[in-house]
């Protein structure tokens, strides 16, 4: 293999590989980039056995050829090259590196011993805006479960139909949803649990408006763009009917300033109890007071005034969790619906007259509020 590369492709292409190669793995050919070179340019591919990325970039090939070189020691030596052209070979097994006066020499390992990635059929593929799709990846995924006692919400749960796609994650206490009309004709009504790691890269490698194209096999998922390619393995089992937690009866209504309530909850937090993050919300018509009494370190008081239609209620949340959801709502005014202090509090985006975008909702079940 033999072939010349701009320092900056050299490094973009390292750069967008990286993320998929494990930091600790018992088999020594996944903490390498597999490399190779045609035709076409410079093909860079990594994975952890769950989750593949490869990227075509640029590159001057003189001679064909592929091996795979250890990830880490690579990106760090590309990050410190001087801005010249970057002439690349092999010999047997050594990969080897020259840029302006440096010179380099890396043991790599065999292209065969590089585990092959899955074979996912693009012939039917969906195809869609990089933009929307990491729009509800970036709106839903934060949401997913971090604990391994329940493996199917340690996924997102991605719903494809003929004129809607839906997108949702929960770890049980906290829900995100996101709507969005598509027009997949005769496609028919498909659920996927994805592994948030995997839309992570989706979500930083097709953020652009381009039209991605996404296929399935039998248990992964693949997406492309052009010369990048992601792969993953899909979570499999059923996950729950969130539809049945999301409130259809709340009555009552809170339409607030985003802004201000981060403000105040954080505040409060500083107060709240480390291990429950408890905060009392009492709504009241036109004022919304806060409070926190906290044994170990004191109390704190606040109020902020919103607009509020219903009885006066008070209840409790886990701070933390509504100041997550708080920073995910995409506009300056956030709309909350009540029902009572044991059930759950929904929290959607309140669009400037003639705005338009997906429907989005997130909830929050409460806290018992301690008398």
Not at 42 to 59: E, F, Y
Not at 157 to 186: I, S
Not at 306 to 335: K, M, S
Request: proline share 6%.
């Amino acid at each position: 293999m033999k072939f010349t590369i701009t320092r900056d492709n050299l490094q973009q292409g390292l750069a967008s590989v990286a993320a998929s190669i494990p930091t600790r793995t018992t088999l020594p050919v996944l903490s390498n980039i597999l490399i190779e070179a045609d035709g076409a340019g410079v093909r860079m591919s990594g994975t952890d056995l769950d989750i593949a990325v490869s990227l075509q970039v640029a590159a001057d090939v003189e001679e064909e050829g592929a091996l795979t070189v250890p990830a880490k020691k690579l990106q760090e030596l590309a990050r410190e090259l001087p801005e010249n052209p970057v002439r690349i070979s092999t010999k047997a097994d050594r990969f080897e590196l020259a840029c302006g006066r440096a010179s380099f020499k890396l043991n790599g390992m065999p292209r065969d011993e590089f585990p092959t990635f899955p074979a996912v059929d693009f012939h039917d593929a969906w195809k869609l805006s990089g933009q929307v799709l990491s729009t509800l990846i970036h709106q839903t995924s934060f949401a997913v479960s971090t604990e391994e006692s329940r493996p199917i919400l340690n996924g997102v749960l991605w719903q494809l139909g003929d004129r809607e796609m839906r997108m949702v994650a929960t770890n049980g206490h906290r829900l995100a949803v996101m709507k969005q009309a598509v027009n997949f004709p005769g496609a028919g009504r498909v659920d996927l649990i994805i592994p948030p790691k995997a839309l992570a890269q989706v979500e930083r490698l097709f953020a652009g408006g381009e039209e991605i194209e996404v296929g399935r096999s039998e248990n992964h998922l693949g997406f492309r763009q052009g010369g990048t390619r992601i792969f993953t393995r899909l979570i499999e089992g059923p996950y729950p009917n969130y539809e049945q937690v999301i409130p259809k009866d709340n009555d009552k209504h809170a339409d607030a300033d985003k802004a201000g309530l981060i403000q105040a909850l954080r505040r409060m937090s500083v107060v709240a109890s480390e291990q429950t993050h408890r905060v009392r919300l009492s709504f009241n018509p036109g004022l919304l007071r806060f409070s926190v009494e906290s044994p170990d370190l004191g109390e704190a008081r606040e109020e902020l005034e919103i607009d509020y239609q219903g009885e006066p209620l008070d209840i409790g949340f886990n701070a933390a969790y509504l100041l997550e959801v708080l920073r995910y709502i995409p506009t300056a005014e956030v709309h909350l619906t009540f029902k009572a202090p044991e059930r759950a509090a929904t929290l959607e985006p309140v669009r400037p007259e003639g705005e338009s975008g997906p429907d989005y909702l997130c909830l929050v079940m409460p806290l018992r509020l301690l008398e």
